[in-house]
């Protein structure tokens, strides 16, 4: 009985994590037709969606850029809501989180898949960045709640792949950074994975290749899975970091919530975790019940900490892991045999005054 209990909280904290509200505004048109892709920001939200061989206003190809990559989007689109970068209403700052990653010279996008993320249950969501022969196929959400299929031998990552290799075919900047949120951290892995090999094939700019990969409480369903010949979503995207690994891409990793890795819903996915510069993030300014907020957490503390000076490890004169930490920082906490604690600043939700402690991975 205590198992179904549990089975069941955690189904029902894991539903309201895709389906928080986000408080942007968007036309009717983004919705009643299928869009996915590449959309670069600017300040207070303003966006442009990327569209290959015209300028954007919100993107330089000659500056760092950051694209963030959101999961699950459960009920998103007859509400017509998006991730961006004000996460007020998920219980993030109200501030704009972009602004510190443009005033410091970067370009800010969102690969978007939210039309294809909504669905009702999240391992039909999780199928489709691996595969287009997944429960559901490769079916979208219109604005009215219907959905209809794509005709396509693409799944998501190669989608979003082709979108973005298609805009940024010039890209000259000196770092491409790619943060995935729960589900959208597999995206993240499985993309640059096919980044890395288009580049090793001389099909595009070796400077495509990622130099960071964040992975923002990063969700993995338990099971194998037939469509994946019987291998785990998390064993497929573990592969595909180890080969990032290989190539130099560093690999930081920030857990902020239970829900993503309890024996009933998420899979731990730990062997990928030692693998990375680990953190665990203890939001202890939201109650314990309160997991939707606790997962998000993790998204907008990492975009927010870019604003702030790394944090501190307790008894230590090193950097702790955090967006703005060094690049080369991040891959000697990979290497090491110790994970991050949240110390200090846990009872504060912004990033300026946490300190971290070690304990082993």
């Given amino acids: ?131 287009t022969n997944g429960p559901r196929g490769m079916r979208w959400r219109r604005l009215d709640g219907s959905y209809s299929s794509m005709n396509t031998s693409d799944n998501v990552t190669r989608l979003l792949y082709n979108d973005l290799k298609a805009n940024m075919s010039g890209f000259a900047g000196t770092e491409l950074r790619i943060a995935g949120h729960s589900l959208g951290n597999q995206v993240a892995l499985a993309l640059s994975d096919l980044i890395r ?9 070796s400077k495509l290749l990622p130099k960071r990969v964040a992975l923002l409480d990063p969700f993995y369903s338990n ?20 080969r990032l690994i290989s190539a130099g891409v560093a690999i930081e990793a920030y857990r902020s919530s239970s829900v993503t890795n309890t024996v009933f819903v998420g899979d731990a996915n730990t062997a990928l975790m030692k693998k990375t510069a680990f953190t665990e993030l203890k939001p202890w300014y939201f109650q314990s019940w309160e997991q939707d907020k606790k997962h998000h957490a993790a998204a907008w503390h990492y975009l927010w900490s870019f604003s702030f000076n790394p944090p501190a490890i307790k008894n230590s004169s090193a950097d702790a892991a955090s967006a703005q930490t060094s690049t080369s920082r991040i891959k000697a906490l990979m290497s090491s045999t110790q994970k991050l604690v949240h110390d200090l600043g ?15 991975k």
């Fill in 197 to 205: 090999a288009d580049v090793n094939a001389g099909r595009v700019t």
């Fill in 1 to 131: 009985m205590r198992n179904t209990i549990l089975r069941w909280t955690a189904t029902a904290c894991l539903l309201m994590l895709a389906s928080a509200g986000f408080t942007a505004t968007w036309p009717n048109s983004e919705f009643s037709q299928l869009h996915y892709g590449l959309y670069w920001f600017g300040y207070d939200d303003n966006w442009a969606k990327a569209v290959p061989g015209q300028a954007n206003p919100y993107y330089n190809q000659n500056k760092k850029t950051l694209i963030y990559i959101h999961g699950w989007q459960n009920g998103t689109t007859p509400n017509k809501s998006r991730e961006t970068f004000d996460r007020s209403s998920v219980g993030g700052p109200n501030t704009d989180l972009a602004a510190a990653w443009l005033s410091a010279g970067y370009n800010v996008g969102v690969l978007y898949w939210n039309q294809f993320a909504d669905e009702s249950e999240v391992k039909d969501a999780e199928a489709k960045i691996w595969t």
């Fill in 346 to 360: 846990a009872y504060s939700k912004s990033p300026s005054d946490d300190r971290f402690k070690t304990a082993s």
């Fill in 223 to 242: 099971g194998s899975k037939s469509y994946l010949n019987g291998d785990w979503a998390g064993e497929r995207s573990r592969w595909a970091a180890n």
